[in-house]
């Protein structure tokens, strides 16, 4: 779960990859029976904080991976804070074996991936 979200992060993250695969949110919001205003919602905290998103699981995946190269450019910001996270938990599946992205994604940033707050994320260790 997500802190201050009624949806799980399994939904939310859905979503999220949706848009990076370059999906409108009405789409996204059929396709997960979800109202639309609520995954556009979604959608723009995401992206409103992509540059932040994309920092913090950068540094996640170094600390899980410190030979992990650098994290290659996606196109955008939103795009670019997606693959961040796709490196963090790749990094954090072969550091402590496989599990549930989003449960991965919801532990790294303390449940606060959509919050909004001055510093939702807590330090990485």
């Known amino acids: 779960m997500l ?37 556009r919602g979604w959608l723009r905290a995401f992206a409103r904080d992509a540059e932040a998103i994309r920092a913090h699981f950068t540094r996640w995946a170094h600390a899980l991976d410190p030979l992990l190269g650098p994290v290659e450019a996606a196109g955008d910001d939103f795009a670019d804070a997606v693959a961040a996270i796709g490196a963090a938990v790749r990094a954090a599946v072969q550091r402590h074996g496989p599990r549930p992205v989003w449960a991965a994604v919801s532990r790294m940033t303390g449940g606060a991936l959509l919050c909004h707050t001055s510093c939702p994320y807590p330090p990485v260790p």
């Open 3 to 39: 802190i201050r979200r009624r949806d799980d992060a399994e939904t939310i993250g859905g979503a999220i990859l949706a848009r990076a695969a370059g999906c409108g949110h009405r789409r996204i919001a059929r396709s997960l029976g979800v109202l639309a205003d609520v995954v």
